[in-house]
């Protein structure tokens, strides 16, 4: 059995004048929050959504390889990890 292949996104927060806001790297989602603790939340609840969504189209592999990241596959681990 093989391993799975992991495809790891850079989630970022920063502050702006409206509060915390939370992107990934290469997607065009983000999250807002009071603290940078409730935008990494939001941005998480919104990234789901958007996998689940091109997944249930059939497209998720089309979309992530739209902005940049080949090689995914049915099977590829998709984590999410923030960096300063």
């Known amino acids: 059995m093989s ?20 992107t990934i790297d290469g997607l065009v989602i983000d999250g807002r929050g009071e603290t940078p603790e409730q935008a990494q939340d939001d941005l998480v609840e919104k990234f789901v959504a958007w996998i689940q969504a091109r997944d249930g189209e059939g497209k998720l592999e089309a979309g992530l390889a739209e902005v940049g990241f080949t090689d995914v596959e049915e099977d590829t681990e998709l984590e999410l990890e923030f960096v300063e």
Request: proline share 0%.
């Open 3 to 22: 391993e799975m292949e992991k495809l790891t996104l850079a989630g970022r927060v920063a502050q702006d004048e409206e509060g915390y806001h939370a």
